[in-house]
C-alpha cells in the first residue's frame, strides 16, 4: 500500500512537472509575460463532459456547499501547483515509517 502511495505521489509530481514546463513555455513563447494555465481551464481543456460530471456528482452527494468555495478555490489554482501539492502529500504518507526505539531505565 505505501509502494502504490509513492508511486503515485511521483506520477503526480512528474504530472506537476509537465504542467509547470507547458506554463514556462507559454511563457517564453508570450514574449516574457508570465503565464499561469489555472486547473479548470486545463481539465475543460482536455474533458469538459467529466467536469461537468463531477460537479453534477459532488453537487447531488455532497451539496452545492463544497463546489463553490472549496473546489472552485482548487480549480483556480495553477495546475502544476495542485499537482504538486498532492504528489508530495501522497509521497510523504507513503514513507516508510522508521521504528522508534523507546528506552526505559
Known amino acids: 500500500m505505501l509502494t502504490l502511495l509513492r508511486i503515485f505521489g511521483v506520477w503526480l509530481l512528474l504530472l506537476a512537472m509537465v504542467a509547470a514546463v507547458i506554463d514556462a513555455t507559454k511563457s517564453l513563447a508570450g514574449g516574457g509575460a508570465w503565464v499561469v494555465t489555472p486547473m479548470g481551464d486545463q481539465w ?34 495553477p495546475t502544476w501547483v495542485v499537482f504538486g501539492i498532492l504528489g508530495v502529500l501522497l509521497y510523504w504518507l507513503g514513507q516508510k515509517r522508521k521504528p522508534v526505539e523507546v528506552f526505559i531505565n
Open 44 to 77: 475543460a481543456a482536455l474533458s469538459p463532459e467529466s467536469l461537468a460530471a463531477a460537479k453534477a456528482a459532488v453537487e447531488a452527494n455532497v451539496g452545492a456547499f463544497l463546489w463553490d468555495p472549496v473546489i472552485t478555490t482548487i480549480l483556480h489554482a
